[in-house]
């Protein structure tokens, strides 16, 4: 049982190249989520999605898309990144239920330069 | 917006002594949850307590909730070396259902 697993671990961008960033997990939750990590800061929600084929914005979606084809896969775009989008990534899952705790990743650290 | 605040946003103490993070949040909330976060990695869940709670025990670990104050603390009880991390309370909002994290507690414990 692997948990909730990130690929990959660290990435270099330039600005304007693009990206996509795998989360896998193992523990047939309905809901994922990615979040970014910023110094100093929460974490903040990016999208999240409540099952297979549907997602939704969260706080910051600007400028990232994200797809849940599979109920185990939830994937994080960047089409043309940014430097404000230098960050650590986190995924996680969760059961459907409302007092569930959330499972993290390990993270992503990007870096667009 | 950030819904959680953490206080304070560092702590140093020495290996034994009590550590005591506060959170204040600023609407209604099903329940409050609070993870730790070690250098470089994911974080982890550590506690949940629900709204019709006022306290819960896990270990060392000892939260409150005080929901007329919109407030919880965490307390680590003889704390460790290995206590030393990032905790963050994240609060699970009422209207929208989804879980929003404060700026963190960075706690660290010398030998």
């Known amino acids: 049982n692997a948990g909730v697993t990130q690929t990959p671990k660290f990435r270099v961008l330039k600005t304007g190249q693009s990206m996509t960033l795998l989360c896998a997990q193992d523990?047939?939750?309905?809901?994922m989520y990615w979040y970014r990590q910023d110094p100093g800061m929460g974490l903040r929600l990016i999208h999240y999605?409540?099952?297979?084929?549907?997602?939704a914005k969260g706080e910051v979606p600007d400028g990232y898309n994200v797809s849940r084809l599979k109920k185990q896969n939830f994937l994080l775009g960047l089409e043309s990144a940014a430097p404000s989008q230098t960050s650590v990534y986190f995924c996680?899952?969760?059961?459907?239920?409302?007092?569930?705790?959330?499972?993290f990743g390990p993270g992503t650290r990007l870096t667009v330069l | 917006s950030q819904q959680g605040e953490e206080d304070p946003q560092a702590l140093s103490i020495q290996e034994g002594e009590n550590a005591t993070m506060n959170c204040s949040y600023k609407?209604?909330?099903?329940?409050l949850q609070w993870y730790r976060q070690n250098s470089g990695r994911g974080l982890v869940h550590l506690i949940l307590?629900?709204?019709?709670?006022r306290e819960k025990h896990s270990g060392r670990l000892r939260v409150t909730l005080d929901t007329s104050k919109k407030s919880s603390s965490l307390l680590i009880t003889a704390s460790r070396a290995a206590d030393t991390a990032s905790y963050f309370c994240?609060?699970?909002?009422?209207?929208?259902?989804?879980?929003?994290f404060g700026q963190g507690t960075t706690l660290q414990v010398k030998p």
């Open positions: 994240a609060t699970r909002a009422s209207n929208t259902g989804k879980l929003i």
């Open positions: 999605s409540v099952g297979e084929g549907t997602t």
């Open positions: 996680a899952s969760s059961r459907l239920e409302t007092y569930n705790e959330q499972f």
């Open positions: 609407t209604s909330i099903n329940n």
């Open positions: 523990m047939n939750h309905e809901y």
């Open positions: 307590i629900r709204s019709n709670e």
